[in-house]
């Protein structure tokens, strides 16, 4: 079945940086479209950073464009995303997601906090 796992995610000031890990199995990793999603405390989820399949073409939120960067190892089936000038509304659980045969995944999701 497919599973996303998540880790990375911490405490850090902010100006910090973290990078986000997800690890993926069950499904055609290099062939799909992969997302970063958070969703901070009172707010809906957001996509945060996409990855066309084969990681042909990459898309950001323009809260983050700059200062994230999603990329991927097709034959780790590994999902990862750098975030660099961390800001406090950066604040959130992030979680991965891919879509298979029209149905979301979503991984457990990995809080991040940025504080000082």
């Known amino acids: 079945q497919v599973q996303l796992v998540e880790s990375g995610g911490g405490l850090v000031q902010p100006g910090g940086s973290l990078r986000l890990s997800c690890a993926a199995s069950g499904f055609s990793f290099s062939t799909s479209t992969l997302r970063w999603y958070r969703q901070a405390p009172g707010k809906e989820r957001e996509l945060v950073a996409s990855s066309s399949h084969f990681g042909a073409v990459t898309n950001y939120a323009d809260s983050v464009k700059g200062r994230f960067t999603i990329s991927r190892d097709n034959a780790k089936n590994t999902l990862w995303l750098q975030m660099n000038s961390l800001k406090p509304e950066d604040t959130a659980v992030y979680y991965c997601?891919?879509?298979?045969?029209?149905?979301?995944?979503w991984g457990q999701g990995t809080q991040v906090t940025v504080s000082s």
């Open positions: 997601s891919v879509r298979v045969l029209s149905i979301d995944y």
